[in-house]
């Protein structure tokens, strides 16, 4: 066996000699054409980037006015729903007040017990 040289059979043998091992040409030293079709390649390839970039940045300019609208929606619904327990409450007081006095809530005749569904309907003459 000369030293240098690998092994017959060992694996860094092998590997020089497996399909596609073959000598490659140096940077620079394609033909022509090939050079045209890596700058076309290229110019492709930076032209996709570049359109997919863009779409993704419109993307997140969609998603980031989606958010604000959301952000503005929440808002309004979230001060109505304050406007609408103040009322609730308002509206509770002036029923608990109206009771007191309710001169139907207050008759002998009514102090037998009838199941009232609706609070004001009961205050309405029949």
């Not at 993704?56 to 604000?68: P, V, W």
């Amino acid at each position: 066996m000369s030293q240098g040289l690998p092994a017959a059979g060992s694996v860094l043998q092998r590997s020089f000699a497996a399909p596609g091992n073959q000598a490659q040409p140096q940077k620079g030293q394609g033909s022509p054409e090939d050079d045209d079709r890596k700058v076309r390649r290229r110019e492709k390839n930076r032209v996709a980037a570049q359109r997919s970039r863009k779409k993704q940045t419109q993307k997140a300019d969609k998603l980031h006015e989606e958010y604000e609208c959301l952000e503005q929606e929440n808002t309004v619904l979230r001060r109505e729903i304050g406007k609408l327990t103040e009322e609730l409450k308002h509206l509770s007081e002036v029923l608990k007040e109206h009771e007191k006095m309710c001169p139907l809530l207050l008759c002998p005749v009514n102090f037998v017990p009838v199941p009232r569904l609706d609070p004001v309907a009961g205050c309405l003459p029949r």
